[in-house]
T-cell receptor, first 113, second 112 residues
Framework: EAGVAQSPRYKIIEKRQSVAFWCNPI?????LYWYQQILGQGPKLLIQ????????DSQLPKDRFSAERLKGVDSTLKIQPAKLEDSAVYLC???????????FGNGTRLTVT | SQQGEEDPQALSIQEGENATMNCSYK?????LQWYRQNSGRGLVHLIL?????REKHSGRLRVTLDTSKKSSSLLITASRAADTASYFC????????????FGKGITLSVRP
């Protein structure tokens, strides 16, 4: 089966600019996750979707981050405006249901200068 | 907040040796999972152990869980250079809408 696809692979922006990341989960996977991984740390959940509904967005900085999953398939994560501390790898993952295992994409490495 | 704390932070061993990595956590869990991350890649699920299990095997992997001590260990036997990666434990807490929480990870280097 094809894995989780993410784009772009790398992105460099200046602070206060906006950026968007795209994720296409494994076909048929109902649950989609966005994680933020800062260098040297483990992934931190930003938002979890079940089909096109939000299950958990308690750690999403909603003043600058937004995410949507239209039609319950692919998803976009947006940051507007970006801050220096947003520099991280943004990982998308999917699972068949809300049960493990999670299947991760290779991530988007964001550098904010 | 990060639930799991892995130990050691970094481990360097010779090919063929066994690697043991530990994880401690703080609250009650449904299950504990181990993931591997190669440099510049996403995480790959290795093994899951449920709270009512004490030991599980998968190929060269052996994971144990001690819920009384809130700790787990991952053993990789007969390590290979290809096992060089970061390893993360992740816990799924009990309760409704429980999310998966990752530790900071262990960097394993296997010298050929």
């Amino acid at each position: 089966e094809a894995g989780v696809a993410q784009s772009p692979r790398y992105k460099i922006i200046e602070k206060r600019q906006s950026v968007a990341f795209w994720c296409n989960p494994i076909s048929g996977h109902a649950t989609l996750y966005w994680y933020q991984q800062i260098l040297g740390q483990g992934p931190k959940l930003l938002i979890q979707f079940q089909n096109n509904g939000v299950v958990d967005d308690s750690q999403l900085p909603k003043d600058r981050f937004s995410a949507e999953r239209l039609k319950g398939v692919d998803s976009t994560l947006k940051i507007q405006p970006a801050k220096l501390e947003d520099s991280a790898v943004y990982l998308c993952a999917s699972s068949l249901t809300r049960a493990p295992p999670l299947h991760f994409g290779n991530g988007t490495r964001l550098t904010v200068t | 907040s990060q639930q799991g704390e892995e130990d050691p932070q970094a481990l360097s061993i010779q090919e063929g040796e066994n690697a043991t990595m530990n994880c401690s956590y703080k609250t009650s869990i449904n299950n504990l999972q181990w993931y591997r991350q190669n440099s510049g890649r996403g995480l790959v699920h290795l093994i899951l152990i449920r709270s009512n299990e004490r030991e599980k095997h998968s190929g060269r992997l052996r994971v144990t869980l001690d819920t009384s001590k809130k700790s787990s260990s991952l053993l990789i036997t007969a390590s290979r250079a290809a096992d060089t990666a970061s390893y993360f434990c992740a816990t799924e807490r009990t309760g409704a809408n429980s999310k998966l929480t990752f530790g900071k990870g262990i960097t394993l280097s296997v010298r050929p």
